[in-house]
């Protein structure tokens, strides 16, 4: 009796140190493509015994309590608030936890690939394993092909893959599944897109000298003079060697030095922006045009003369051959993010080092203390979990103390090029009538920035209008992102307002309660850029977000003066009622597209222009107060 028991002792010991098999669940969809690859042929089943290098993207910690993070260094009333977190701590708080990585790796062993084929990277954030096909199909339920392209390019995805109920908590993205890769060959910039447009009625020739600044032209020639009556700004930056203002291009998209020199103020002319060349990237200059120029020479004319003397940091990215993606230029300023974090997407970045050997450029840059981007793309054309992990990248540069500043496009509600939406939510041209709007402008943790007008025979010292001219502001709700609680009693009350009941049909744009844009904006006409040699007006959110850029920029630049840090993410001040008096509140004009007239700029927070535009001086007070 007495051996038998302790037998029974041991075999229950020695049970518990096998590895306990996982639960047992049904697979539920975690993955599905968003759109089916246009020019691509499905020409056969993948090879059952052909070997994937399979990625299990692992879930982060804490993500549900990015936005709690955020907040606690970014709300005016936070005790915390200016107080930012250091890299190595948003690393520490965001890894997977130890439960993740047992419960997919007890997924993978229960479902029979040993534990030895498993590598997890040195980060933790991925789980690497070479599998076949046929293994591979029945770990996703899914059917993997072979897609050909014209051009005899071949690659291989299935259309969609599920996972365990338990496990899909755990698991971000799976690679190579869905993320098809649209690029046959070179050159293909993606869907990413410059914003700007120019027009080619009164174009203006001959030297900077000629346009002498006249407030009483701004209706139809903006200036930089113009923009600091318009908004208030007497300031010269005085910490310019502490503090930092980034500009994102993406090539072919190049400056032309001579375009910057033709439309600076005297003390300019020479200075150049310190290159910072990402993903072997090149400032090209051999082909010219507006689609090869007219981003990058406005960005920087506007963002160096608004903040001169400040030293601008151009963060060109992408090579010629493949160009470049939103994640491309946050691996730059974010190493982890570069190879844990992130992973770049070969349907919407560069992958690097690439065919004519541009390295991948990992945490080369300190992020700077603000960045300007005016690209975007069709929120439409991303996946979900691409977004969700794009955007939460945004969060985290925020609570590092960086200020990321988007456009929101130019056509209105609808989508580049006026694309519009079915009810599912596919893109189907021009004849969509479901509103399509700008991601990253749709992710809760960036700034994202709406057009203006001075409306026509108006002056700097009238209110102005939304942009009605060439471009409409981009604007709206996302499809993808949940409302972030700093503007839920803005948008809240702009709904029930206007849009309830809403004179659109049901399913014209979301309407649970989801992310709203733009947060602010600025003026977007008739801005006149040095332009291949010659001097033209361009028009777009283009100009606005490094308009609103350059005041965040002068803004930290006092602070720095004052022996305070960088604002970091601005959006919380920017809703809360207290500081309603540093905006004008636009009440004009509209956003048109997918042929309706869009929403109504109205007073206060409007799916248009925001908050409105800036009162430079009376937000440098506001900003000055804190701590
Ligand atoms: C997968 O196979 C490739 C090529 O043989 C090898 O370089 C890589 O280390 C393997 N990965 C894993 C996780 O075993
Ligand atoms: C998933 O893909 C398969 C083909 O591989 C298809 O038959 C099925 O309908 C798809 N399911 C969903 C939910 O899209
Ligand atoms: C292009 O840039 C190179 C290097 O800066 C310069 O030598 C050349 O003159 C430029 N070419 C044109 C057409 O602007
Ligand atoms: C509306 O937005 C929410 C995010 O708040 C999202 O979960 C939902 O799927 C969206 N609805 C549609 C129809 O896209
Ligand atoms: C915009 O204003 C017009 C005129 O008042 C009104 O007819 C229309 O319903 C409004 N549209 C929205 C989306 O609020």
Same mark, same amino acid.
């Given at each position: 009796?007495?051996?038998?028991?302790?037998?029974?002792?041991?075999?229950?010991?020695?049970?518990?140190?096998?590895?306990?098999?996982?639960?047992?669940?049904?697979?539920?969809?975690?993955?599905?493509?968003?759109?089916?690859?246009?020019?691509?042929?499905?020409?056969?089943?993948?090879?059952?015994?052909?070997?994937?290098?399979?990625?299990?993207?692992?879930?982060?910690?804490?993500?549900?309590?990015?936005?709690?993070?955020?907040?606690?260094?970014?709300?005016?009333?936070?005790?915390?608030?200016?107080?930012?977190?250091?890299?190595?701590?948003?690393?520490?708080?965001?890894?997977?936890?130890?439960?993740?990585?047992?419960?997919?790796?007890?997924?993978?062993?229960?479902?029979?690939?040993?534990?030895?084929?498993?590598?997890?990277?040195?980060?933790?954030?991925?789980?690497?394993?070479?599998?076949?096909?046929?293994?591979?199909?029945?770990?996703?339920?899914?059917?993997?092909?072979?897609?050909?392209?014209?051009?005899?390019?071949?690659? +291989?995805?299935?259309?969609?893959?599920?996972?365990?109920?338990?496990?899909?908590?755990?698991?971000?993205?799976?690679?190579?599944?869905?993320?098809?890769?649209?690029?046959?060959?070179?050159?293909?910039?993606?869907?990413?897109?410059?914003?700007?447009?120019?027009?080619?009625?009164?174009?203006?020739?001959?030297?900077?000298?000629?346009?002498?600044?006249?407030?009483?032209?701004?209706?139809?020639?903006?200036?930089?003079?113009?923009?600091?009556?318009?908004?208030?700004?007497?300031?010269?930056?005085?910490?310019?060697?502490?503090?930092?203002?980034?500009?994102?291009?993406?090539?072919?998209?190049?400056?032309?030095?001579?375009?910057?020199?033709?439309?600076?103020?005297?003390?300019?002319?020479?200075?150049?922006?310190?290159?910072?060349?990402?993903?072997?990237?090149?400032?090209?200059?051999?082909?010219?045009?507006?689609?090869?120029?007219?981003?990058?020479?406005?960005?920087?004319?506007?963002?160096?003369?608004?903040?001169?003397?400040?030293?601008?940091?151009?963060?060109?990215?992408?090579?010629?051959?493949?160009?470049?993606?939103?994640?491309?230029?946050?691996?730059? +300023?974010?190493?982890?993010?570069?190879?844990?974090?992130?992973?770049?997407?070969?349907?919407?970045?560069?992958?690097?080092?690439?065919?004519?050997?541009?390295?991948?450029?990992?945490? +080369?840059?300190?992020?700077?203390?603000?960045?300007?981007?005016?690209?975007?793309?069709?929120?439409?054309?991303?996946?979900?979990?691409?977004?969700?992990?794009?955007?939460?990248?945004?969060?985290?540069?925020?609570?590092?103390g960086t200020s990321v500043v988007y456009s929101t496009g130019d056509?209105?509600?609808?989508?580049?090029?006026?694309?519009?939406?079915?009810?599912?939510?596919?893109?189907?041209?021009?004849?969509?009538?479901?509103?399509?709007?700008?991601?990253?402008?749709?992710?809760?943790?960036?700034?994202?920035?709406?057009?203006?007008?001075?409306?026509?025979?108006?002056?700097?010292?009238?209110?102005?209008?939304?942009?009605?001219?060439?471009?409409?502001?981009?604007?709206?709700?996302?499809?993808?992102?949940?409302?972030?609680?700093?503007?839920?009693?803005?948008?809240?009350?702009?709904?029930?307002?206007?849009?309830?009941?809403?004179?659109?049909?049901?399913?014209?744009?979301?309407?649970?309660?989801?992310?709203?844009?733009?947060?602010?904006?600025?003026?977007?006409?008739?801005?006149?850029?040095?332009i291949d040699g010659q001097f033209g007006l361009v028009f777009g959110?283009?100009?606005?977000?490094?308009?609103?850029?350059?005041?965040?920029?002068?803004?930290?630049?006092?602070?720095?003066?004052?022996?305070?840090?960088?604002?970091?993410?601005?959006?919380?001040?920017?809703?809360?009622?207290?500081?309603?008096?540093?905006?004008?509140?636009?009440?004009?004009?509209?956003?048109?597209?997918?042929?309706?007239?869009?929403?109504?700029?109205?007073?206060?927070?409007?799916?248009?222009?925001?908050?409105?535009?800036?009162?430079?001086?009376?937000?440098?007070?506001?900003?000055?107060?804190?701590?």
């Open positions: 009796m007495h051996r038998l028991s302790l037998l029974l002792v041991a075999l229950a010991g020695a049970a518990y140190a096998v590895p306990s098999p996982s639960p047992r669940s049904a697979h539920i969809l975690h993955e599905k493509r968003v759109m089916e690859p246009t020019g691509w042929r499905q020409s056969r089943r993948l090879d059952a015994d052909r070997v994937l290098p399979m990625r299990f993207g692992l879930t982060q910690q804490n993500l549900h309590r990015v936005e709690e993070m955020l907040a606690a260094v970014s709300h005016p009333e936070s005790p915390a608030y200016g107080k930012h977190y250091s890299a190595a701590e948003i690393v520490d708080a965001f890894a997977p936890s130890k439960t993740t990585i047992d419960e997919v790796t007890n997924w993978l062993v229960g479902s029979g690939i040993s534990r030895d084929r498993l590598r997890l990277s040195i980060n933790k954030g991925w789980i690497h394993v070479n599998a076949t096909t046929s293994e591979v199909e029945e770990l996703l339920k899914a059917e993997y092909h072979v897609y050909t392209h014209p051009s005899g390019v071949e690659q +291989i995805g299935c259309h969609n893959y599920s996972v365990p109920a338990h496990i899909s908590g755990h698991v971000d993205l799976i690679k190579p599944t869905v993320h098809f890769n649209h690029r046959a060959g070179a050159n293909a910039a993606g869907k990413i897109r410059p914003l700007p447009n120019i027009v080619s009625g009164p174009k203006l020739t001959g030297q900077a000298a000629t346009i002498t600044p006249n407030l009483a032209n701004c209706n139809k020639m903006i200036t930089l003079d113009c923009l600091r009556a318009l908004y208030n700004i007497d300031y010269t930056p005085v910490s310019t060697d502490k503090n930092t203002f980034g500009i994102v291009e993406f090539t072919p998209q190049a400056y032309l030095p001579g375009d910057l020199d033709l439309n600076f103020t005297p003390s300019l002319v020479g200075v150049r922006p310190i290159s910072v060349l990402i993903d072997g990237a090149v400032v090209q200059n051999t082909s010219q045009s507006f689609n090869f120029n007219g981003e990058s020479d406005l960005d920087l004319q506007y963002g160096m003369g608004l903040t001169a003397p400040q030293p601008v940091t151009l963060l060109q990215t992408g090579d010629l051959f493949e160009g470049a993606g939103f994640d491309n230029w946050l691996d730059a +300023i974010d190493g982890s993010f570069c190879t844990f974090e992130g992973g770049d997407d070969p349907e919407q970045d560069g992958i690097y080092p690439d065919a004519v050997g541009s390295p991948q450029s990992c945490g +080369i840059i300190k992020p700077p203390n603000v960045v300007s981007i005016s690209y975007g793309q069709d929120e439409a054309t991303a996946s979900a979990a691409y977004a969700n992990r794009q955007c939460t990248e945004y969060a985290k540069l925020g609570m590092l056509d209105g509600v609808a989508g580049f090029s006026n694309v519009c939406l079915d009810k599912n939510g596919n893109e189907v041209g021009t004849s969509g009538k479901v509103f399509n709007p700008e991601f990253p402008a749709t992710c809760p943790f960036v700034t994202a920035v709406g057009a203006t007008q001075i409306n026509p025979g108006a002056t700097v010292n009238d209110p102005e209008g939304a942009c009605e001219q060439v471009i409409f502001s981009g604007g709206g709700f996302s499809n993808i992102f949940a409302m972030p609680s700093y503007q839920a009693n803005a948008v809240n009350a702009y709904v029930a307002a206007h849009l309830n009941p809403s004179p659109y049909p049901p399913g014209t744009f979301n309407t649970s309660v989801s992310r709203a844009f733009p947060d602010i904006s600025a003026n977007g006409a008739n801005y006149v850029i040095g959110t283009s100009a606005s977000a490094p308009v609103v850029a350059s005041m965040i920029t002068m803004i930290n630049d006092a602070r720095i003066a004052n022996g305070k840090g960088p604002v970091g993410f601005i959006n919380h001040i920017l809703y809360s009622p207290i500081f309603a008096p540093a905006f004008n509140d636009i009440t004009m004009g509209g956003n048109r597209g997918c042929g309706t007239p869009g929403f109504n700029a109205t007073a206060g927070w409007d799916p248009v222009t925001g908050v409105g535009t800036p009162n430079f001086a009376r937000l440098l007070e506001v900003f000055k107060s804190l701590p």
